[in-house]
C-alpha cells in the first residue's frame, strides 16, 4: 500500500535539513507501515520542558537550529488504520524504511531506539540493531533509552 505524507507533516518539515527532509519523502514510499511528522524544528523552550520531564535526555538535541540553519532531527508517528500506534514493531519497519531512504540521498542516519550505531551503515536489521542497543546498555548497568519515533543526521 503506499502512503502519503499529510499537509500537517510536511508543515512540520519546515527549518529540518532539506537532505532529512528528503529522506521522510522517500521513507514513506518505501514503508509497508503508514506514518506522519510530529516533531521537526523545537525550540529552546520546549525542549527545555521535554529535557525537565525526562522524555529527552539531552539539552543539545538536534531538534533546535543547528549551526547551518536547520534542525538536524524527525519525530515520526506511525499510525495503524488511521489510529497512532506505539508498537515498537511499526517503528523497526519505519526505520528500515528511513534506512533505504537515507542510503539513497546518501546521510548518515541515527535511529533512537539504536543510539549505539548509525543505522545507515550497519547491515543489520533495525530491529536487530535495537536489541543489540539494549543488551549493550543492560552490560553496562544503565537504562536503555528508546525514542523509536525519533532519527537524526548523524553529525
Do not use: C
Not at 65 to 90: C, R
Amino acid at each position: 500500500m503506499a502512503f502519503k505524507l499529510s499537509q500537517r507533516s510536511f508543515q512540520r518539515l519546515v527549518g529540518v535539513h532539506p537532505q532529512l527532509v528528503e529522506t521522510v519523502k522517500k521513507a514513506i514510499e518505501y514503508t509497508d507501515v503508514d506514518f506522519g511528522v510530529i516533531f521537526g524544528v523545537r525550540d529552546l523552550a520546549t525542549q527545555e520542558r521535554l529535557y525537565k520531564s525526562g522524555k529527552s535526555q539531552t539539552m543539545k538535541s538536534k531538534h533546535l537550529i543547528q549551526d547551518d540553519g536547520y534542525a538536524h532531527a524527525v519525530d515520526l508517528m506511525a499510525y495503524d488504520n488511521g489510529e497512532p500506534s506505539w508498537d515498537i514493531v511499526d517503528y523497526d519497519n519505519i526505520a528500515d524504511a528511513m534506512r533505504k531512504a537515507a542510503q539513497e540521498v546518501g546521510i548518515e542516519l541515527i535511529w533512537g531506539a539504536a543510539w549505539h550505531k548509525m543505522l545507515t551503515v550497519s547491515p543489520d536489521t533495525a530491529e536487530n540493531l535495537m536489541n543489540e542497543y539494549i543488551d549493550l546498555r543492560r552490560s553496562e548497568g544503565r537504562r536503555p533509552f528508546i525514542d523509536g519515533p525519533h532519527f537524526q543526521l548523524a553529525t
